[in-house]
């Protein structure tokens, strides 16, 4: 059974820093494209980040609201994908989802939440 | 303001169809086939429900359906239950190597 289980977050002060961490259980880690997606309290879904595999590189992108402040990484000794979020917003504040890529995002953790607040 | 336009909300007797849009006056749900939906109940993780337009996954009921018609791409619930009762999310490969959900529907069950 495929399980991502997320950890790590918590109450950051505006402008510190966080790193969420993604483990992931029951597929074959090293081979799947990574991704981010987050909910504010009341908003929808958005889209963070992703990181491909190494066989593609492990290349990231970002959403234009995160690029420069986020940093998406992953261990695959460990199966493990982590989120450094630096420079954090009051509207960073969301639950922080990971799950796995294809042409849509088949499996989904259960969430981190993130409060951003002095 | 979300480039994918969905209603805020629609509604539905048990037994009924509702169909939700989800339209973009960009290329970015005309031009591919990745456009996915997610159902979201409150308190809950997403849950896949429609991927590559119209294909559902193992597990997902037969009520539910995927559509694309030039940059409109819809899902169809069809026999309204209690259950369906939640949020739903279409999300579309945007270019660029970035994907882009829209503003999100709430279903009610009336």
């Known amino acids: 059974e495929v399980q991502l289980v997320e950890s790590g977050g918590g109450l950051v002060k505006p402008g510190g820093s966080l790193r969420l961490s993604c483990a992931g259980y029951?597929?074959?880690?090293?081979?799947?494209?990574m991704t981010w997606v987050r909910q504010a309290p009341g908003k929808g879904l958005e889209w963070v980040g992703r990181?491909?595999?190494?066989?593609?590189?492990?290349?990231?992108d970002y959403a234009a609201p995160v690029k420069g402040r986020f940093i998406i990484s992953r261990d695959d000794s460990k199966d493990m994908m982590y989120l450094q979020m630096n420079s954090l917003k009051t509207e960073d504040t969301a639950v922080y989802y990971c799950?796995?890529?294809?042409?849509?995002?088949?499996?989904w953790g259960q969430g981190a939440l993130v409060t951003v607040s002095s | 303001q979300s480039a994918l336009t969905q209603p805020r909300s629609v509604s539905g007797s048990p037994g009924q169809s509702v169909t939700i849009p989800c339209t973009t006056t960009s290329s970015d749900v005309g031009g591919y086939n990745y456009v996915s939906w997610y159902q979201v109940h409150p308190g809950k993780a997403p849950k896949l429900i429609i991927y590559d337009v119209t294909e559902r996954p193992s597990g997902v009921p037969y009520r539910f359906s995927g559509s694309k018609s030039g940059n409109t791409a819809s899902l169809t619930i069809s026999g309204l239950q209690a259950e369906d009762e939640a949020d739903y999310y279409c999300c579309s490969h945007a270019g660029a190597n970035i994907w882009m959900f829209g503003g999100g529907t709430k279903v009610t069950v009336l």
């Open positions: 799950a796995t890529e294809t042409t849509s995002f088949e499996y």
């Open positions: 990181i491909k595999n190494k066989n593609e590189g492990a290349t990231t």
């Open positions: 029951g597929f074959t880690f090293y081979k799947a494209w």
